[in-house]
């Protein structure tokens, strides 16, 4: 659980001391990515076990839930003066949410500037999750740019996703396959918010550009705590409704019957609060071979890029029937 870093106390990651997580101001609900989600059990030197909260309707883990986990166990690894800066995932099988997943990290170099970890995610005895993080001690560059930030509406001007659904479902020509979609959504209990930007029209049997905008922050309080912990919940957050990007233009003639992750990378530029509101860019260059590219940028409100993302997919779709000749 993330603990509040007051004058002269050391920063924690979840789970690193029981009476820092304590701290809690009258009022505050405290990230259930922190206190559940990224709160990993030890087992044995550089050996955690992780737990589940949410499963989508697929019945498989959630992969921003392994990968997020994967970086805490990483994490813990290093001293408190490094900071992520990269990490690069292969998700290798499904995940298995009826047991718990263990992680095994390999501390891969320890160098003066940058060190490695290397972290198996194992269910049944197999790696379910290969992921390689990168840290470094804080340096300051004389060079330095970035993009900017796509002008968008506050997020406070905006309908979250629930307030959305609610409105498709009161509209009585919804097609019946997003109906029970949406009602399916409308169950679950994600520890993410977001506001869509442009949310689509369902009403529209059209194509959509392969990119989509929306505020995002992780549920509940986390505060100001070791910057690892942000980077960890940005790593679940980044996971989510990202590689549908890529099947935004083709939904009004497919229906998906497989789409699972194969690999996500992330790069951390500047510091964050993973549970204010940031920009979530997202956006797919190409799509082919049953399989789909999406990019992702996550931006501050003040407008600083702080997170990259990429990731490629697996995307099936339902063949058509074949009519038989009659001859």
């Not at 702080?306 to 779709?317: K, L, W």
Request: with cysteine; hydrophobic share 40%.
């Amino acid at each position: 659980m993330a603990a509040r870093r007051d004058a002269g106390s050391s920063r924690v990651l979840p789970g690193e001391e029981e009476e820092a997580s304590a701290e809690v101001q009258p009022g505050d609900l405290r990230s259930v990515l922190v206190t559940s989600v990224l709160n990993l059990e030890p087992l044995d030197l550089d050996l955690f076990r992780g737990r589940h909260y949410w499963v989508p309707v697929s019945q498989r883990l959630f992969g921003g839930q392994i990968v997020g986990q994967a970086l805490v166990a990483a994490a813990k690894a290093v001293g408190e003066e490094l900071q992520v800066h990269s990490l690069h995932c292969y998700f290798v099988r499904a995940g298995d949410p009826s047991v718990p997943v263990l992680y095994q990290v390999e501390r891969t170099r320890t160098g003066r500037s940058f060190s490695v970890r290397s972290v198996k995610a194992i269910q049944h005895g197999k790696p379910i999750l290969i992921c390689q993080a990168s840290f470094q001690e804080v340096q300051a560059s004389p060079v330095q740019h970035q993009f900017h930030m796509p002008e968008v509406p506050p997020p406070e001007e905006l309908q979250t996703q629930e307030e959305l659904i609610q409105q498709y479902l009161q509209d009585p020509n919804l097609m019946e396959k997003y109906r029970r979609g949406l009602n399916k959504m409308l169950a679950q209990e994600v520890p993410i918010e977001m506001k869509p930007v442009n949310p689509p029209d369902l009403s529209r049997q059209s194509p959509q550009e392969p990119k989509q905008l929306f505020w995002v922050r992780a549920r509940g309080h986390i505060g100001d705590c070791d910057m690892k912990l942000h980077c960890c919940v940005a790593a679940y957050i980044s996971d989510y409704a990202f590689l549908g990007t890529a099947f935004l233009p083709h939904r009004h003639r497919h229906r998906v019957r497989f789409m699972v992750s194969l690999d996500h990378s992330m790069w951390f530029h500047a510091p964050f609060r993973a549970d204010h509101w940031m920009l979530y860019e997202c956006e797919s260059p190409w799509a082919g071979g049953s399989r789909g590219l999406v990019h992702g940028r996550l931006w501050r409100r003040d407008g600083v890029l702080a997170v990259s993302c990429a990731q490629e997919g697996v995307i099936r779709v339902q063949e058509p029937p074949r009519r038989e000749s009659k001859l």
